[in-house]
């Protein structure tokens, strides 16, 4: 976006606008000016903006490649804002007002998410509050292990191993999701304390069937950890198929959920949110650092958290950005996740009519769209969609790589699979994560079938 641009100056005018009330409530102070930028200042920043042009344009829907959403406007002014006081969200001496916005901000998560009772807290990531979530099922049920399917997040191994727990990775079955005969197998050893449904895997979009793992946990004693740091927010749209909306209505049943506002809710990155059904785990938390508590008998986020220093800024930002777009049913928000996932399952169509082209064995669950190139071979496919990924990103047209298992296609769709390596193929994959990507399908399409083009052999 450039810096001249209706959107950019209208944000930086009501930044400066907010700026003056937030300077209007320490009025009483004596004067005292900040370090001023210097003469230096501007080349710095020039530079550095030259520096960034070394980037994709994530922002710009041309950009359909990994899940990079950018903020809202009001996230960035709000986190801008907070920035020129910088609370530190461990305790209330550090951010009295931010804290007190996370909360409410947390709770418009559980409430999205149909909790009636809860604990939670944002994080600075995803991984982090997923790192808390299992360690909070490590001392509930300590030595016992960690299961997660073979497509959820890499993040649940090194978690385990950093937690010292046992992990069991399930395979998929051939839709991407969790295989509920070999978890169930894999819970008769009564080794297993957790289990991590992944609503919304980061490949492909897929949706762990929880309503059917819910239903394993009434024969067998383990915690339901739901890992939709990338799809949570997805509980809101109006147009999932019947499988996925089983799973997303059975969340409130989960133990733990993790979600990332750094995803789909809008927010700048690091901004990820855990949340426990049951406040009693918030005894797990409990120390004594009588040098950061001192001012305030009220429950400080520091209490419930393994993280220490957070940035206040983020919990504003989120704080904003609900009060604007407000998690409910048809709003504004809801009606853009609708979209994202409208817009992925016309553009999987439009692959599926296409003969250069091979889909999946099902529909996209969310809006993450993957195929491969027609080839009479998984390798030969894998060669061509490098290059189709090269040609497209030629054309401004950027989107993603992933080597995914060759069941998630039809029986049929290569004729030889019996080569080395053959049970696997490169994918091209696309988040269609902004709203206006439904808006743009036509551009994208005339960009990929060129570069798609510009790979077949001329005779």
Known sequence: MAADSPISSDLFQRI???????????????????????????????????????????????????????????????????????????????????????????????????????????????????????????????????????????????????????????????????????????????????????????AVGAVDPLDQILELQKKYPFRIHVDSAYGGY???????????????????????????????????????AVLFRDPSVGQLYKHDSPFTYFSSKELHLGEISLECSRAGASAVALWATQKLLPYTPNGQFAQDLSASRQAALEFNRRLAAEPSFVVPNVPPALDIVFWTAAAATPAESSTLAQAIFAAAAQRDLHLALATLPTR??????????????????????????????????????????????STKPTL
């Open 16 to 202: 400066a606008v907010a700026q003056q009330q937030l300077d209007a409530g320490y009025s009483h102070l004596p004067p005292h000016a900040p370090p001023a930028l210097g003469e230096d200042a501007a080349a710095i920043l020039q530079q550095a903006a030259e520096r960034l042009h070394d980037n994709y344009p994530y922002a710009h829907p041309l950009y359909a490649g990994q899940m990079l959403k950018p903020p809202h406007p009001i996230a960035r002014a709000a986190y801008a804002l907070t920035m020129s006081v910088n609370p530190n969200n461990h305790a209330l001496d550090g951010g009295r007002a931010s804290s007190a916005m996370e909360l409410e901000a947390v709770a418009e998560l559980a409430k999205m998410f149909g909790y009636p009772q809860y604990l939670g807290h944002l994080a600075s990531s995803g991984t982090f509050a997923n790192l808390e979530a299992l360690w909070v099922s490590g001392q509930r049920l300590p030595g016992r292990g960690i299961a997660a399917s073979d497509q959820a997040h890499y993040t649940h191994t090194r978690i385990s191993s950093v937690l010292g727990l046992p992990f069991t990775e399930i395979p998929s079955d051939p839709t991407g999701r969790m295989d509920m005969a070999a978890l169930e197998s894999a819970l008769q050893t009564k080794d297993i304390g957790t289990v991590v449904a992944t609503l919304g895997t980061t």
């Open 234 to 272: 997805f509980t809101l749209a109006t147009n999932l198929a019947p499988a996925a909306r089983a799973a997303y209505d059975c969340i409130p049943q989960a133990d733990s959920i993790v979600v990332d506002p750094h995803k789909h809710g809008l927010q700048p990155y690091g901004c990820g």
């Open 408 to 453: 998630y296609f039809p029986p049929a769709t290569w004729e030889s699979a019996s080569e080395p390596d053959s049970n696997t193929v490169l994918c091209l994959r696309s988040v269609l994560m902004k709203p206006e990507h439904l808006l743009w399908l036509d551009p994208i399409w005339s960009r990929l079938m060129e570069a798609t083009s």
